[in-house]
């Protein structure tokens, strides 16, 4: 089972100029072979099937925690899409909401899914357009193939993300690559450890693959200062307590000590991206659906303002108000399982 | 951003006889159309892609909310479908082993992948061994749509529950469907809400389709009578708090009323799989793996036993080791975010 | 545009011994690549996008009016399917309908989405239960090419046929393919006088491939003996009238001379076919809903007793409340186009 | 079965500036998962698999009748895309067929398909070139299902076509769009009409969705305006006679009332649209198709100049004689059934 | 370029017991995600892609060598599954070709495809009956990424066959799963060394992955006797010299030298598998073709028998007479390039 | 069994202006339904599942032969397309590689696959980017079925290439596409000739289709000049010599003898082409291989340069020092099977 938590891994920048034929390319980061959906699906099937955990728990522990940040990155990556994507159509609603031709400029632009399927919206595909299958994920249950598969997963998508670094100028895309490279980066290090924790092979030795050394890109430099490329979180109030078994030791690239940080990062909130009408999302008229929204509220005795947490969200009232609705919310609850 | 809970959703019972036919069939719950892979990931994207998530603040809480429990369900499918599969091939190590024809009897029977590919583990395909894929999700950023696509999807998953209920009788396959019904059935109903607050369709008067009620399902009943049709859980410890903004009113089947619960169930240990050796899962010879991981954790400062909590775990001695361990991994965390 | 005529193209057997595991060989002929519904829509989208028509007025016509007996091919294979699957679950609705294990006798026997997906239904898939996909169309807009595609796909389809009838016994699926054996014979010939008349080719050597005599097969020869092996319909009431400027000559098997028929033929009613209350098809209790449509009718004015024929229907008296609704329903009619 | 009828839905115009990019967009409407190719073959399906259709009368009478309209609308679909490629590359035949590199403008541009694989005509895929497929088909056999589904199958296809509006401005795609947003929402109306008189939802209140007034399309004014956004038309000489029992009522964006027409609408002949050699459809050299056509014609005893009716046809003189090779043809008719 | 030899790698048994269910299960190996299509394209796509083969001339020589071999697994993989289906369908011809039921026993038994669609031949699939497809391949072009691809392919195929090999009994799927797990075990062995040569990494230590050692299958024995365990074979006359620059050292399992054999193996000659006139394979009544044959041979100034050779061929004068055909065929060529 | 020779099949100019636009075109004859790779696997599938080959010899010797040429085929597609792409990124190494935007100007250009998950090669897709499947391929083990559809292949992919030369004006395209029209052509003539062999049918008067005549493509005149219209080359040592058996008669479109040719084409040396460090192919730092490749030559007692032949490649001194290596190669050779 999961937490959710409604905050995202890292900063990304708000919405600036649009670049739908950008954000087509970032899709390959989505649903690509070597994407996050990849990541993600890949290590939370092998937790899913592994076998006498208890015997191999710090194995177990490390699959099954990376698999957890691995959403996170998916939800990063859409939102770079997102912010990539707002503003593609025009967003005065009052004068440019349909029937306008508001998709004319965007014909032959990007991928076409991003405005005829979607809400100018993130798409479980790849950067041609095709969907994620379920054909991409490997759980042999054998947990050396596992690992070497996830080491090899993670060399691929390392080649993917600096592809898409280095042909997305966009401010997210660069925000969102330098992100997803170190942190990556560890999970590259933490299945090459494992094995040679198993086996005694030394695939340290592969850093980097590919061999562009990973401070050089700008973006990542911030989050290398910060100790980024060296901690594993643990993304789990109580559980994996054994990642340190097998996480630990130098850095291949630094030779500074890898370090598990027993607590999950805590994110930052999300920019409330805005409606673009023209592809009606959320809808051709949204201040409808914010006067609904209001009253649902009032009547069910939350606040009147809406209290979820947004970067570009209002003054320090508004969190008052949330921890108030919070309060209520709690009273509310009359039953516990 | 997630956090992971190292538990199940509801209790299943612990191996048995194997059915590898019916973890064929059950497959379908796991990555069909309609399958949990389905009703996760839709609602995920969705959540992902919400524009003005402010103005729109119980529809987005409620999307993003649901999405959350349905991990606990693709992870319950894929728990039931390892269950029916342990024991399909010979467990007693020493003897039965590979070179044997281990497999032979399985030759011609269920999905071959899940022991040709995989280690008697789940699959993220559907009961005819095809791959989920992205073409399966919907996220058209039009909220009413969306929705509409909701209730329709649980619509659907509802019908292949009953009949999953109806083909495989393995008791995991129906504490399964028994527990997938009640808790898809809420879903059902809260999209339905959803869609009744924005647009006053009452959808309410759909229910049940398929037209069986849900309380002639024997497995269904416990559920019921705990009052779990009825509650919608806050699967985070701060977010999405306007859930009952949305989440109100009568039942549609039985007229009680409707509850938000402010905190996610807490679920129960899943059972410790065993060893599948004629697969190598997790190891042709899974012993040494079970050595090497004691090693590991004594060289990290760590227990020597294994600390995770299991079904079939060991004495309270076990659970007092675990919570040295926890103390033991806390004190190393050197940094936080 | 379509005229619907609520009739298949020839007689199938009432069900009788289900066979699921028939039915899903008899798929090959729906969803196989040289299936019915490659042959309905490669013919319906090469007419579609059928360049000069008036210069090449008889070969449009030819491929127009074989594209429309193809859907009814379609038709005819879907019936002969949910036929053999009729009686597969129990029947006795009172006290078989779900929740009993209805469906445990079918656990890894046939195409599981008959059962799981559908409600004992055809399916647009083949005999793997892979679905028909648009790269089984080819219109390449040149003639001479698409005729040699056209010949290909239905000696392709002949092969596959007599294989189904080699594999399958059961009456229906045996009807079913001695009648499209026949037919797709007709359509063979067609094709290959088609390229015979552009380019002097003489393709009717290739007659017949697989090249075992069509007259063999004790299910064609009934259609043999009346003809219909040497009978082009037009499926049109006014139009595609230059079929007999391609389709004559001697057939190439006996010699007869081709002929067209200038109406199409009349048809048969179809089965109706039984509830199969375990799936919910149509419903978990189909007797509300006739109940619901005997209502529906008398508010809006027709008769009470349901209009439609079918194979297995009530007394002319039946027939005659049809007549009447039918002139009920004409005066209804407020406008025409 | 069916029978054709050689006339498209409503008038088109003629070629005019091609717009390959366009084309490409528009495809969407074509084998998108909410294309035409899926309504049709949907309600096709679900026709073909009706279980007590006797006793659902009414019920199925509307499936099986929209699904033969909808054939009209695919064939419309191809018409308009077939019209936006006219003229991408040169027609002036003497000078300007291969070997010139006549596609080299369209390197880059569109869906390569329409000019690599087939010769400027319609395919069956996507706004990204991906193939329709099988898996878009609904037919679980539960009618409450299947028409939840439809409803939302038509929603969705109604959010296509609003985007496609939007992006694509060549004529041939506005009237295309124009003419559909009104017949889809007929069909719209009756799914939800049929739900309501099956389980007293009221889903009329969910009109429209998306929430733009249809009457704000300019397109389908017209269509509005004569009326064709309330009658259900029979497409079917004698059969399908009961379904006024479920289309009655006011429609919910009008009040106006619902009407079942007891004749399909009569069409219009379609464009003739040109030859375009440098892809060879039909033919490198087209004229001798044509030579060789008068040739077959007379040789058969039918006219010399072609029969069929073409917008873009020649003088009453033209139809005369089509009248006379039609009365040629009948005689020739030597068998019915 | 290649040069094709009309043998194959390794002795198979001739045809036996046939054995449906168990050819469905081998397809694994040749359309599988890991199967020999796999191995075979991959290093094949890597060697047309591989920039600067100068430069990186030693492991350009190794993986467009081994690449040719593979052709040669793909190859044996398709004679174990034609030699394993034929007698699945009577072959007395006189009395039991169609029109007789002789495809009813294999109704519901193994993949549908070996008998309706092809000749009970060898299908381009999985062991779930889906087509392999061109996401099976990875071919960065980047060396190390592209080698440690390599590496894990080789790992995943070792685990199917392994799996194979406990899972079917039958005596061509044992002699194919033997051969294939020694050489297989070859180019895992020179996958590994060229990292370590490119990297330093011990990858080595990874073997045997399974974990089972290879010498306790004992169809593996004959070959790791003969010392095809050590031998890298050079698939060209006059290419691909630099093999030993990387291919060399000990081998990880037994310590033994690695060799480079500067000469491709011999091979053995195939079975001729008898026809199938079930499945009109190579025609329904094949011994029309065979003196089709010797007709034009004949006139073609060929000797009047088959020139090819054959395991169940006949007597010494069949191979002369071939040397006499042979001599003809030179005197027969006009012209070189 | 193959033997792999490292030349290309004709002449293709060295890299020149990039084309992305264009290489993404050429795909289409790669991974196409009828590119190259279907060509090549069709036929090898149908050799390996050939029944009865001593029987039909003639035949089993022609489809196992061309096959053999396919090959060759495939990897002169990938030559063009890498040809190509190369320069495409910048390649003054020092300055222009990551990170550097070196990709910016290639977003939205051609297929993405080709910067983001290839190292600018070719991929085994479509001009739609979508990858090759085994559903292209067709083995009905019927011999006359399988000859009309390789018939139809081969006509299907000239109409490509003819699409193709039009769209593509790059000098690496025209170069190819010249080639493979007359080589495809000679297959083309082939399996029309056998088919008349079989059944007399006259298939030849189908020639040109597309109905262009080849002479008119200029990079086809050179071919034609050479008569490689005309020649069908033994592509083996040995085997299949029984190709004139069929392979005999007049060529349809210009009357001359066709002709079997005992020996191979020799082929040329492929140009090597340049490392694209952009996109670490094959490394972020090429040279640093170079140096080891070095190293590993002479530490296994090879030359110290390369020895592989390229177009573009050294001195004769190279030639003499690549005959060197060879001796010492051969020397080490310690067994032979």
Redesign the interface.
């Given at each position: 089972?999961?937490?959710?938590?409604?905050?995202?891994?890292t900063e990304l920048p708000p919405p600036s100029e649009p670049d739908p034929?950008?954000a087509?390319?970032v899709q390959?980061l989505m649903?690509?072979?070597f994407g996050e959906m990849s990541t993600f699906?890949n290590y939370?099937?092998q937790s899913?099937?592994?076998?006498?955990?208890?015997?191999?728990?710090?194995?177990?522990?490390l699959v099954?925690?990376i698999?957890?940040e691995e959403?996170?990155h998916?939800?990063l990556v859409?939102?770079a899409i997102?912010t990539m994507l707002t503003g593609a159509t025009p967003t005065a609603n009052g004068r440019t909401?349909?029937?306008?031709?508001?998709?004319?400029p965007?014909?032959?632009?990007?991928?076409?899914?991003h405005?005829?399927?979607?809400?100018?919206?993130?798409?479980?595909?790849n950067?041609?357009?095709?969907?994620?299958?379920?054909?991409y994920?490997?759980?042999?249950?054998?947990?050396?193939?596992d690992l070497?598969?996830n080491?090899?997963l993670e060399?691929?998508a390392r080649?993917?993300k600096?592809?898409?670094?280095?042909?997305?100028?966009h401010p997210a895309a660069r925000a969102l690559t330098g992100y997803l490279l170190v942190r990556g980066g560890v999970h590259q290090v933490a299945y090459a450890r494992a094995?040679e924790?198993?086996?005694?092979?030394?695939?340290?030795?592969?850093f980097p693959?590919?061999?562009?050394p990973t401070e050089?890109?700008?973006e990542c430099k911030p989050h290398i200062q910060?100790?980024?490329h060296l901690?594993l979180?643990?993304?789990?109030?109580?559980?994996?307590?054994?990642?340190?078994?097998?996480f630990?030791g130098p850095h291949p690239e630094t030779g500074e000590d890898l370090?598990?940080?027993?607590?999950?990062?805590?994110?930052v909130p999300a920019h409330?991206?805005?409606?673009?009408p023209?592809?009606?999302?959320?809808?051709?008229?949204?201040?409808e659906?914010?006067e609904?929204?209001e009253k649902?509220?009032v009547?069910?005795?939350?606040s009147k303002s809406?209290?979820?947490?947004?970067a570009n969200?209002r003054s320090p009232a508004t969190k008052s108000r949330?921890s108030k609705?919070?309060a209520t919310?709690?009273k509310?609850?009359?039953?516990?399982?």
């Open positions: 089972m999961i937490r959710r938590i409604d905050r995202i891994a034929a950008g087509a390319a390959e649903g690509g072979r699906l939370t099937f899913f099937n592994f076998r006498n955990r208890q015997g191999a728990r710090p194995f177990y522990d099954a925690n698999a957890a959403f996170g998916v939800e859409a939102a997102n909401r349909a029937p306008k031709a508001s998709l004319a965007l014909k032959g632009v990007g991928n076409p899914h405005f005829l399927a979607g809400g100018q919206g993130a798409l479980p595909q950067s041609q357009g095709r969907p994620w299958n379920g054909d994920i490997f759980s042999s249950g054998d947990l050396v193939e070497t598969h080491f090899f060399t691929g080649n993917n600096l592809k898409v670094w280095e042909m997305v100028e094995i924790r198993l086996t005694g092979a030394d695939l340290m030795k592969l693959t590919p061999r562009i050089k890109i700008p910060r100790g980024d901690r979180y643990r993304f789990s109030p109580k559980d994996y307590l054994e990642l340190s078994a097998v630990n370090v598990v940080v027993d607590e999950a990062p805590e994110g409330d991206l805005p409606s673009q023209a592809v009606f999302a959320p809808d051709y008229a949204p201040e659906i914010a609904i929204a649902l509220r009547k069910a005795g939350l809406p209290t979820g947490e947004v969200g949330a609705a919070r919310a709690r509310k609850t009359p039953a516990k399982r």
